[in-house]
């Protein structure tokens, strides 16, 4: 029994890109899904599908690499968890690394990145950290 899909999905992720695999595979949800598009919007993976197989849809993220096989993703961390659940408001949100990596909320406008929840002045629960 999975207790933490986001972490899961966060983790197939991890482990895909290290072995720099095409795509990953996983069970498909919205949040899921949102995270994807997410991911897709801010350049770390090239597209998502959500692919219909039994007994349940499938999310296939296809990610992406450099010019020279150079990971986009670097680091990908789960910060809030189910035990201890991690709420922030949008003038508490700075960039990550300078602006070079993404923090990932769930918000009453949907899963958005850091940088739009400062612009629409929402937010949220801090699902993810990637850089």
Known sequence: MMTDPIADMLTRIR?????EKP???????R?????AQVLKDEGYIWDYDVVD???AKTLRLHMKYGPNGERLITKIDRMSKPGRRWYI????LRPVLGGMGIQILSTPKGVI???KARTEKVGGE????VH
């Open 126 to 129: 801090l699902l993810a950290l």
């Open 31 to 35: 949040m899921r899904a949102g995270i």
């Open 53 to 55: 197989t039994k007994p």
């Open 89 to 92: 408001g949008y003038k508490e």
């Open 113 to 115: 990145s850091d940088r």
């Open 23 to 29: 795509y990953v595979e996983m069970p498909t949800s």
């Open 15 to 19: 482990n895909a890109v290290r072995i």
